[in-house]
């Protein structure tokens, strides 16, 4: 009778469970049937499932055999199967102090990795130093020469203009080298060429108003042959009478109207405040713009306003998965311990951490860095940087400004008007209380074609990344930044 119980207690009798199947109704066996070894580090997964097994084995036993729970059985456990547990507990502490070790050893040779560092950066600044020392000499030798040509032809100029012009094309092929004049010929033709050229191309309104004012032009009005960045003059109100955008823009439109009807602007802006922005063909003509502001409109008017051509914006990149816990100031100093290219000899950055983009994954981060534009070319084409001990991918970051209000460009959601309401980001309509989304429909492409009619698509999400209106905004901040070019 006691057997049957304790059969039944267990889970093993034979009436509540068919005999094909009595391995499923012991949940020991059933842990370890779902226990896999490779879940457990160095090769301590056999350990444990083996212990396992024969405690399953002798539990197995002892509840078919109906044996209670009592001194006997309690000292038989322990000195089967709990003092067999000591061992794995213990390797298990002893891995761990290893790897403590181990961790202790890479503190250590991180701290010598740090002056190997500072030895590399002293051996290329050596190295640097002796290529200037070459070039200098080559220039002291070139001077020495012209020194020695130079006394020649006065004497030949003070004797005789005859003499001088048989001689001098000999004296210039013995201390020049020889295909000196091919390449004079090849510079005057460039030359010649670059003149008819500029002589074709229409005059910047820059050019116009500096010739207005009977000044001499400068080789900043001069056209060149390749493409210029767009220019850009802001209009910020100081008073807060002067808070109506349209009220400003008609205001500044006169005066240029009145004062300069030449002037030529590519597009107008919307500033927070009530202020105008003026896009212009080049900076030079921005420039022009204010002058003309400056000098025409009442000095009352001016001094209740900010007249500001901001500078390009300097190249960004972004810095691709940085273990969340890093903070701004361990990932620059981190940088700059692994990637001598960052800073100067003076161990000034050449960079400077923006801000991070939460990632897919919630365990990292993205950041973005500013980058001096003299180096942005060196530091984009090795596509990756060091950092700790892994190398983190980088890609050239443009993201324009858009509200996530009303999903315009140019400004973020703080700099909204409050009395704007909130659009729905598939359709475009005001997501009020009896909103229905009527499919994807993008205000910003449909604007587009309204104003500059650019017959865009408009079957996509105001936030679609391959929306053409999103890349037109991207092709102006890459014209307003400057690369180093």
Not at 141 to 152: F, G, I, M, S
Not at 282 to 290: G, W
Not at 344 to 359: L, R, T
């Amino acid at each position: 009778m006691g057997k049957k119980k304790a059969a039944t207690a267990s889970g093993e009798g034979s009436e509540a469970t068919p005999p094909g199947l009595d391995k499923y109704a012991n949940e020991l066996q059933r842990m370890i049937d779902r226990l896999n070894p490779a879940d457990y580090a160095d090769d301590m997964g056999n350990d444990i499932l083996e212990w396992f097994e024969e405690l399953e084995t002798f539990s197995s036993a002892a509840v078919k055999a109906g044996i209670t729970y009592g001194k006997t059985l309690r000292n038989k456990l322990v000195k089967d199967h709990l003092e067999p547990l000591l061992p794995i507990f213990e390797k298990f502490t002893a891995k761990i102090n290893q790897r403590d070790a181990d961790i202790f050893d890479l503190k250590n040779s991180m701290t010598d990795l740090d002056d190997s560092l500072l030895r590399a950066k002293v051996w290329t600044l050596e190295r640097e130093n002796a290529e200037l020392r070459a070039k200098l000499a080559v220039n002291n030798d070139v001077t020495t020469a012209l020194q020695e040509l130079l006394p020649r032809i006065e004497e030949f100029n003070r004797n005789n203009t005859v003499v001088l012009k048989e001689e001098l094309p000999q004296i210039i092929k013995q201390i020049a080298c020889e295909d000196l004049g091919n390449t004079v010929k090849s510079a005057n033709s460039e030359i010649v060429e670059e003149f008819k050229k500029n002589l074709d191309e229409t005059r910047s309104f820059a050019q116009v108003a500096i010739q207005s004012k009977n000044l001499p032009p400068s080789n900043l009005s001069l056209r060149p042959p390749f493409s210029k960045p767009e220019g850009v003059l802001l209009i910020k109100p100081k008073d807060d009478a002067f808070r109506s955008h349209d009220s400003n823009k008609k205001l500044f439109l006169d005066v240029l109207q009145e004062n300069s009807p030449e002037a030529r602007l590519r597009g107008l802006g919307k500033l927070y405040g009530g202020g105008v922005k003026l896009i212009t063909a080049s900076i030079e003509d921005a420039q022009a713009i204010k002058e003309t502001f400056l000098d025409k409109c009442d000095q009352e008017l001016v001094d209740k306003f900010d007249l500001v051509i901001p500078d390009r914006r300097p190249p960004q990149i972004i810095l691709y998965n940085v273990e969340k816990e890093v903070d701004q100031s361990a990932l620059k100093l981190g940088l700059l311990a692994k990637n001598i290219m960052l800073a100067d000899s003076n161990n000034k950055p050449h960079f400077n951490v923006e801000f991070s983009i939460p990632a897919r994954n919630r365990s990292y981060n993205h950041w973005v860095l500013s980058v001096n534009p003299k180096k942005y070319r060196e530091i984009i084409a090795k596509e990756g940087l060091y950092f700790r001990f892994s190398r983190l991918r980088l890609k050239d970051f443009i993201s324009p400004r858009q509200c996530k209000r009303c999903f315009a460009f140019g400004h973020t959601t703080r700099n909204c008007d409050p009395k704007t309401e909130q659009r729905c980001d598939r359709c475009g309509d005001v997501r009020g209380s009896r909103h229905q989304c009527r499919g994807l429909y993008c205000i910003n492409c449909a604007e587009s074609n309204k104003k500059f009619r650019s017959n865009f698509r408009t079957e996509h999400s105001c936030l679609d990344p391959n929306c053409k209106t999103m890349i037109k905004q991207k092709d102006l901040i890459k014209k307003r930044t400057d690369y180093g070019y």
